[in-house]
Each structure stands twice: as C-alpha cells, then as structure tokens.
C-alpha cells in the first residue's frame, strides 16, 4: 500500500508549517515580556557558578563550554593573585614597620656594648668617659692623655716617696726636675719658633696640639733626640716618623736584601722592634736624671711612632692625620708637598755632629738643645 499526497494535502501542510513558524517568531519579537536588566545581574551575582552550558558566563559569549570554563579560572586565578599580592603588602609594611623597630634596639643594644667593652688605650688617663674615646676623631685630646699630667704626677710621687723616707729636701728636688724641664722647653721653643724658621710661626702652637717630627733612623740613639720629644711629648700630641729611606736603599744593594716578600716583611718588622727599643731606651743628658728621658708609652705611645721609606708616605700621613699644627721634617720635597696643601712646616737641616766619643749626635737635637 504506497501512501501518496495529493496537491492540496501538501498545500494545506505547508501553509500550516508557515503558519507556525510566523507565530513563534511573532512571539518572540512583539509578545514576550521584557526582563529587567538589574534583577538579571543581580541574579546571577547571587547565584551560585555552574558549569556553562552555551559558553556564556559573566555576559561574554564564548565559543565552547570548555572555553568558557578556561576564561573563568584565568578569572578567579588574577583575583586570588591580586589578594595575595596585596597580603604580601600588608605583611611586608608590618614586617619592616617590625625590622625598624628591632633595629633600633639593635642600635642601641650595640652601642651600649661598645660602651661597656671600650678598649682604653695605654695612654689615655682613668678618669676619661667612654664616650669621649668614641669621639675623638681618632686621635684622643691631651688633656685626657697621661702625657698631661705627667710632670705633675712624677714630682708628687717623688714628693711623696722622699716624705716617707724623712728627707728634707723632697719638695726641693721635684720642684728642681719641673723647673729644668720648663726651662730646656722655652729654650727649644726660643729656638724652633725664632724669626728665621720657615713655617713663620712667631708663637708657639697651643698646649695639646699635634704636633709630627720627622727624624733619620740613624739619630734614634741620639739622648739629645730623646730629650726633645720628652720635652715635645709632654707638652704635644706628638706623633714620630722615623725615615728608613737610607737603610733600605743599603739593604737593597747587599746580600741582606730578600727578594721574598714575606722576608722583606719579616725584617722590616724585627727593624721596626728594633727602632722603637732604641728609641725607648733612656740616655742621661746633662743634669737630667735618666728617667726624665724616657719615652714610655704614655708620652709616646707605640701606636705614634711610624717607620716609613719615601717623602710621600710622610705627606700621605700628615694629610690623613686631623687638625695637624705643626709638621718638623729636615727634606726639602716634603716641605714642598706639605705647604702647597697649607700646612705650616718647619725645616731643619742634617748635619754630621759628633759628641765627644765619637758618637752620632742629632741634627735637630744639636740645634735646639746645643
């Protein structure tokens, strides 16, 4: 049995198809009620997220449902990016806010303790604070120095020594060694500072400044030589270079000269142990008693005394040093060098001296004390 359409059945068919279909989009377009666009949001805000069905989500049309999943976790991945990054913020300003304040308990904590264990030079006196040894620009006042107070305190331990032994003339006898020493030093000083010395200097440099002697290594034995830096260092922050140019050049040409520069170190070492016991060694000198002339560490502490080789070490060192009056040096280049950066120089000149043993006599020793 074959089924068959007549024309007007198929007529019929189609114009009810049409008819339908006219319906439906008249519906759509003119018939269906229009939704309010806040409540939409307002919805979906509050509904919980699902998975997309027709690649929408948030109002953005994506191609695939698997798209839009993608789009959504790049989404929420930046928003948790920006919180964490934003807590990272907060906990790096409090953590600082945290560090400051532990750093300033850190700062005092270690300044207290550098005050507690100040290591107090062998030249300093025992009244002097610690906050003055921090602040000293790396050279201590005299006046807290022993060198101060030095002349004084050895004429009342004489005093007081010859008291206990019942000796009459114990005042006397510390009176007369004060004396000598202020009469040699106004000598010197008439000497240094006379109208032809080359630094200009009319009056002497108030009591307590720095004051660097330039000597030669050979005139270190010299008891004239010491008794000048007694009579300078007891009244000066006195600093000494003693010039091994000449020795040096000597090693250099003999078998003695190492071209290891660790033996080269060693010996300028033992050579500076060496300089610095001769220096320290007392000498009579005239109606001075040995001890006067001493250079112990508290008149010239061991931390002063510098042993160089060459002009420029000698000016590199005096620039260096703070608030330097007065450079005694006996080379005409380091007057030179030192007076075109305005330090006040005074020049004396090497000369042979001998005493009457045969010994070396210092130059700048034979001229001011004679």
């Known amino acids: 049995m074959s089924l068959s359409w007549s024309d007007e059945q198929l007529e019929a068919l189609i114009i009810s198809v049409s008819l339908a279909f006219v319906s439906i989009v008249a519906y759509f377009v003119f018939l269906r009620p229009a939704r309010n666009n806040r409540a939409v949001v307002v919805e979906q805000q509050q509904r919980p997220q699902q998975r997309p069905q027709h690649g929408i989500i948030n109002g953005q049309r994506y191609p695939t449902a698997s798209a839009a999943m993608a789009a959504r976790d790049v989404q929420q991945i930046t928003e948790g990016t920006a919180t964490a990054r934003v807590a990272a913020s907060n906990n790096a300003a409090s953590a600082s806010t945290t560090n400051q304040a532990n750093n300033i308990m850190n700062d005092d904590s270690v300044h207290s303790l550098i005050a507690a264990h100040t290591r107090r030079p062998p030249h300093c006196s025992s009244s002097t604070s610690a906050a003055i040894l921090q602040h000293h620009e790396g050279v201590i006042p005299f006046r807290y120095t022993l060198a101060s107070t030095h002349e004084s305190r050895k004429a009342k331990e004489q005093q ?156 590199a060192f005096v620039r260096q040093l703070p608030k330097t009056e007065i450079v005694i040096d006996c080379e005409q280049e380091c007057y030179t060098q030192l007076t075109r950066f305005g330090f006040k120089v005074i020049l004396y000149k090497l000369s042979n001296y001998n005493d009457d043993d045969g010994n070396k006599l210092s130059s700048i020793g034979k001229e001011l004390l004679g």
């Open 160 to 315: 007081q020594q010859q008291t206990n032994n019942n000796t009459e003339s114990s005042s006397s006898s510390s009176l007369t060694q004060q004396m000598i020493n202020r009469k040699d030093r106004a000598r010197m000083f008439t000497k240094l500072f006379a109208s032809g010395n080359t630094a200009g200097i009319a009056t002497p440099p108030s009591r307590g400044s720095n004051v660097v002697v330039s000597i030669p290594e050979i005139d270190v034995g010299c008891a004239k030589l010491k008794r000048v830096l007694f009579l300078l260092g007891s009244y000066y922050n006195l600093f000494i270079l003693i010039d091994t140019a000449a020795a040096v050049s000597a090693d250099k040409l003999s078998s003695k000269y190492s071209t290891n520069s660790v033996e080269n170190y060693k010996q300028e070492k033992q050579r500076c142990k060496e300089l610095i016991l001769l220096l320290r060694r007392g000498n009579g000198f005239g109606n001075v008693d040995d001890e006067a002339n001493v250079l112990s560490e508290e008149i010239l502490p061991s931390h002063r005394i510098l042993i160089t080789a060459s002009v420029s070490s000698r000016v």
